[in-house]
Each structure stands twice: as structure tokens, then as C-alpha cells.
């Protein structure tokens, strides 16, 4: 379940919880930072990430986690392809005017690409 710290991938890791206790699934939190993050030597996402883990909501549910560099959309689409994912759980903030009509949000592209079923919170 991709990750990017904000209020609706918070709802979405909710749901994701939800989910996981229900079925007794794994959770794979993944976050993406850009390419030039990649040089800093400590990473505040890489903490901020592993204490989401570890927070008491999750507990009784296996949690993985990882940040990754690079596009958003293909490091989550790589990230399914290279895991054992069922299901992506989302949050999308959504791109909008000119420029969702011509690449679309994250969440579009993940849906669209993804080989497996997407739910997509906002």
C-alpha cells in the first residue's frame, strides 16, 4: 500500500487494516521519495515510514515496509510485480486541469496498469 504521508493514504492504510485483520493478509506500506533523496544519508521518510508500522493499530498484522526512488506510479507498479500483492490500497490527492488530462493522477495510472484490483480512497 503506497504511502505519502498524507491525510487520505492515512485513510487508506485504515482501510487497508481493516482488511488485513479481516482476511489475515500481509501489509506492504511502500513510500516513494524522488531520485535526488536518494543521496541523503539519513532519510526522514525511511523513520517516518517505520514508526506508521509500528503503530499499535497494526498490531496482530504482519507489516512490511520500504522507501523506494524514483516515479511514484512506477516504482508502485514495479513494487506489485516484484511482491506478492493482491491488492493495492490507495489514497489519491488527484492531479487536476491540464495536466490530469494529459498524464493522470498516480492513482489513474496504477488502476489502469495494476495486475491486480485497486481500491482507491479519497
Do not use: W
Not at 36 to 61: C, F, N, Q
Not at 70 to 78: F, K, R, V
Not at 104 to 122: D, E, F, T
Amino acid at each position: 500500500m503506497p504511502h505519502d504521508f498524507s491525510d487520505t493514504a492515512q485513510r487508506a492504510l485504515e482501510e487497508a487494516i481493516r482488511v488485513a485483520k479481516y482476511t489475515g493478509a500481509r501489509i506492504l506500506l511502500l513510500h516513494v521519495a524522488l531520485p535526488d533523496r536518494a543521496a541523503l544519508a539519513s532519510m526522514p521518510e525511511t523513520e517516518t515510514l517505520k514508526d506508521i508500522a509500528e503503530h499499535p493499530a497494526l498490531d496482530g498484522v504482519e507489516v512490511t515496509h520500504t522507501v523506494t526512488f524514483g516515479a511514484p506510479d512506477e516504482q508502485i507498479l514495479d513494487s506489485i510485480h516484484t511482491s506478492t500483492v493482491d491488492l493495492v490500497i490507495m489514497g489519491t490527492n488527484g492531479r487536476r486541469g491540464i495536466r490530469s488530462v494529459l498524464v493522470g493522477s498516480i492513482a489513474q495510472i496504477v488502476v489502469r496498469c495494476s495486475p491486480v484490483p485497486v481500491m482507491v480512497l479519497s
